[in-house]
């Protein structure tokens, strides 16, 4: 009589399948986004609106705080205009730092029974909040309209930053997703870090109005460069921020490799301790 056929499962593929399987799995990246958007949006009234009113009411607050209150300069780009192109690129980080740090912990039942890339994971949280950065898009371009503002030529440009953004999101999000699942005390931290970064990063103001002899200093945190970059590729109404921009590559860079690398090391862990 012959035996059953016996199934393994491993507790860690070595890292030369793991990369395949990623490729593999492509599908169910797809699958686990168009999840977390309908699961999102169910039983909401306003449904995928909600990607849009969010950062119209921050940007009208922000506009009366800076503009009107404060008075800050613009630059000679309207200043809701201003606002908006950094409020874009900053809560398409904050939304994706939130979703994918919190994402293993949501996803307790699949991480336990199935085998998958566990990466796959807060990728796929990265992959919904793209989704609703491209919605809010929409209002940038009616804002466009609205002002009678026509964007630089270096329009194009905006795709870099945008992708950067996206990177910095995964990267962080890695290393947030795995230390949440090992030190829950990680799930507090993060809407303290998101809630400073706002107010320290030129979302409501542009970055010129920081001294020169504290550029550097301020250019540590990421997102400088790349909201400025941004705005650059928009406007072209200053010169191009080099140094900002370069050090948010740099940092962006080390963020992911150091994500990917700690994730992939403490991932065989996840179903024992989850």
Not at 62 to 74: H, Q, T, Y
Not at 132 to 158: C, E, K, R, V
Request: glycine content about 6%; hydrophobic content about 55%; charged content about 15%.
């Amino acid at each position: 009589m012959n035996e059953p056929e016996r199934i393994v499962i491993e507790a860690d593929k070595p890292s030369s399948h793991y990369w395949k399987d990623l490729w593999r799995f492509r599908e169910l990246l797809l699958f686990l986004a168009w999840r977390d958007i309908v699961v999102r949006y169910k039983q909401t009234v306003l449904g995928i609106a909600w990607a849009v009113i969010r950062p119209l009411l921050t940007m009208i607050i922000f506009v009366f705080i800076f503009g009107k209150v404060a008075r800050l300069p613009s630059g000679g780009v309207p200043y809701p205009i201003l606002v908006f192109t950094g409020m874009l690129q900053w809560q398409f980080f904050a939304n994706a730092l939130t979703e994918s740090s919190n994402s293993l912990i949501g996803s307790t039942n699949l991480i336990t029974k199935v085998y998958f890339p566990r990466l796959l994971i807060p990728m796929s949280a990265v992959v919904v909040c793209f989704v609703d950065f491209l919605i809010s898009y929409l209002i940038l371009i009616a804002l466009f309209f609205w002002y009678s503002f026509l964007p630089s030529g270096m329009l194009f440009l905006s795709l870099v930053f945008s992708v950067l953004t996206f990177l910095l999101a995964i990267g962080t999000g890695l290393w947030f997703a795995a230390l949440n699942v090992r030190y829950r005390d990680f799930r507090y931290v993060v809407p303290f870090v998101v809630q400073i970064g706002l107010y320290v990063s030129p979302v409501g103001f542009s970055g010129n109005v920081i001294p020169g002899k504290y550029q550097l200093v301020y250019s540590l945190n990421p997102m400088v460069g790349i909201i400025e970059g941004f705005r650059w590729s928009m406007f072209e109404k200053q010169p191009f921020p080099l140094e900002s921009c370069g050090m948010s590559f740099l940092i962006t860079v080390v963020f992911l490799l150091g994500g990917i690398r700690y994730f992939r090391k403490t991932e065989r862990y996840f179903s024992d301790i989850i």
